[in-house]
């Protein structure tokens, strides 16, 4: 296992949702310091508020976008390790795709490119369960075929055929990290771009009623964020490289178990609306995406520790402080 006493971090994408909890989770170890590369479009600095009490954490202060070439290896330049988080979202890059593929894959080879330059000495680079597509096999093993149709898990996979290239070609040690449903305090609770689980949350807030798609069997796997940040930590500490792991619990919960969940401890007596799915989206429906836990926790030590019931209560908490 690798010590990451007195190293220096980068955390690319830092003031993010994931990424805001992995500079907390960095701060917990006996590092030199984080720097946070964040061009704050997605990113919010009221993410890192409490980060940033910690003299370790500092915002680098030249920019944070990584489509500057110059200004994003400048900052790597300064650092030992790399957590690569900056990416354009899912229904972002449906309707935006020419600045998805200049954010996700352009932008993840300028850090690609400034990590082999630097001599970085391991990258960590999040993928996606979005790689995957629909499941052909549940638990989905990390060889799972790709089965991904839509423009951000071709740049994820754009991104991770680029990691093992650039491990190939300049011998630049990474980790992949295929994230599943990632859910909790700091992800954005009223964008156009949010997920499920704010949305449903929004609508019982409203004393609406919570509305699913089909007849709500479609089943994923949702991680706590905590959790989905550990996994970084995982994996700098680790000896692995040159591999791709999923993030993610192993266990299915369907659209419809995951209202009901909501809805009993939020104590709400409303009733879950079913709606019919667009012809668009009945045909590009994942039904079934639930990732096996077993390589990341063999490999690299990962394994969740929050129950969904445990997330969603202290997402709720959050959310009563904070909205």
């Not at 984080?34 to 704050?40: E, Q, S, T």
């Not at 990290?177 to 949010?194: E, F, I, K, S």
């Not at 994996?235 to 009901?260: H, M, P, R, W």
Request: glycine share 6%.
């Amino acid at each position: 296992m690798n010590s990451l006493k007195d190293k220096k971090v980068l955390v690319i994408g830092g003031g993010g949702f994931i990424g805001s909890h992995v500079v907390l989770e960095l701060l917990k170890e006996p590092i030199d310091s984080v720097l946070i590369y964040d061009n704050f479009v997605r990113g919010k600095a009221a993410n890192i508020v409490e980060a940033m009490k910690d003299p370790r954490c500092k915002v680098y202060e030249h920019g944070g976008d990584i489509r500057d070439i110059d200004i994003l290896d400048d900052a790597i330049s300064r650092c030992d390790y790399v957590v690569h988080l900056a990416a354009m979202w899912l229904l972002h890059c449906k309707d935006y795709p020419r600045t998805a593929f200049d954010v996700n894959i352009q932008g993840t080879f300028n850090v690609l490119e400034a990590c082999a330059k630097n001599n970085i000495e391991k990258l960590v680079y999040s993928s996606s369960a979005s790689v995957y597509g629909d499941a052909v096999k549940v638990p989905m093993k990390e060889d799972h075929p790709f089965n991904n149709k839509n423009f951000y898990g071709a740049t994820k996979i754009a991104g991770e055929a680029m990691c093992r290239a650039f491990h190939d070609r300049y011998e630049l040690n990474y980790v992949g990290l295929r994230y599943m449903n990632v859910y909790g305090p700091g992800q954005d609770q009223t964008a156009a771009y949010t997920g499920v689980v704010p949305i449903m949350l929004n609508k019982i807030d409203a004393n609406e009623e919570p509305a699913i798609n089909g007849d709500g069997s479609q089943a994923y796997d949702f991680i706590y964020v905590e959790d989905a940040a550990k996994a970084n930590i995982c994996a700098l500490k680790s000896e692995a490289v040159d591999e791709f792991y999923n993030v993610g619990t192993e266990i299915q919960t369907s659209i419809k178990e995951l209202c009901d969940l909501i809805l009993e401890l939020k104590k709400s007596d409303l009733k879950v609306k079913y709606m019919p799915y667009s012809e668009e989206d009945a045909r590009r429906l994942v039904q079934n995406r639930i990732g096996s836990k077993v390589k990341a926790q063999k490999d690299i030590g990962f394994e969740s520790a929050y129950s969904l019931k445990e997330g969603l209560i202290k997402l709720i908490e959050w959310r009563e402080l904070k909205l």
